[in-house]
């Protein structure tokens, strides 16, 4: 493996840890595929020792799982995992967009939401995504909690993995470009109750689109979608 300069720098494991958080949540690395401690640390350019501390994170984040003492694959995920990760994501989100609609810059939510109006994730999809980072980034700054933040973090690094499963949807990203704009409009208005309202829809549209789509994939526990997200979000 190539490794750049500015990764040169950085300890073994967590050039190795930052390889396979890659890979899996690109989907390179599949749900079920076994990560054998020498084949992987001869392909990552490590050594054991800090293989065993990058795979030891990816197991504190949930994200594989031990099958034996050399042996360790990475964790499915269903539709109950989606579902209990909303049920977090919703909690936190929504408070975060209450403490945002208090302690935001006004007219960095306002900018934010002007390009949301302006963006068109079927023509520029990095732009769309790089955009929500932008936000989450702004979101997290504004709330200035690093308790809430550091948790905000975990869930979205099974997120990025989530809709890597899911199938594109051009009219859910379309939905989802004016929920962001509507969210950020009433944090910029200091409109804490408007944020968190908006914030529940566009997490229980999210929720729904994801389990239809991973029930049209034909991945276990996502059928009956609709009626599961509703009472979920």
Do not use: K
Not at 10 to 37: C, F, H, K, N, T
Not at 52 to 71: C, F, I, T
Not at 153 to 173: K, S
């Amino acid at each position: 493996m190539c490794v750049s300069g500015d990764e040169g720098a950085m300890r073994a494991s967590d050039r190795a840890y930052r390889a396979l958080l890659e890979e899996i949540q690109s989907g390179a690395l599949r749900p079920g595929a076994v990560l054998g401690e020498v084949e992987q640390a001869t392909r990552l350019g490590v050594s054991r020792t800090p293989l065993r501390e990058a795979l030891g994170r990816l197991a504190a984040d949930g994200l594989v799982a031990q099958q034996s003492p050399r042996v360790t694959v990475v964790t499915d995920i269903d539709a109950t995992d989606i579902r209990e990760l909303f049920q977090v994501r919703r909690a936190l989100e929504e408070t975060a967009a209450r403490l945002a609609a208090e302690r935001a810059d006004p007219a960095e939510f306002s900018q934010l939401a002007d390009e949301f109006a302006a963006v068109d994730p079927a023509r520029d999809a990095d732009g769309y995504y790089a955009l929500i980072a932008r936000f989450d980034a702004a979101l997290d700054a504004a709330v200035a909690n690093d308790y809430l933040t550091a948790a905000l973090r975990t869930v979205r690094t099974h997120l990025v993995r989530v809709r890597r499963l899911a199938r594109d949807n051009p009219e859910r990203l379309a939905a989802s470009v004016a929920e962001h704009r509507q969210i950020a409009a009433a944090i910029a208005g200091a409109d804490g109750e408007l944020a968190a309202h908006a914030t529940h829809v566009h997490l229980h549209n999210a929720l729904v689109s994801i389990l239809a789509s991973l029930a049209d994939a034909d991945v276990p526990g996502a059928e009956g979608a609709d009626r599961s997200a509703l009472g979920a979000a």
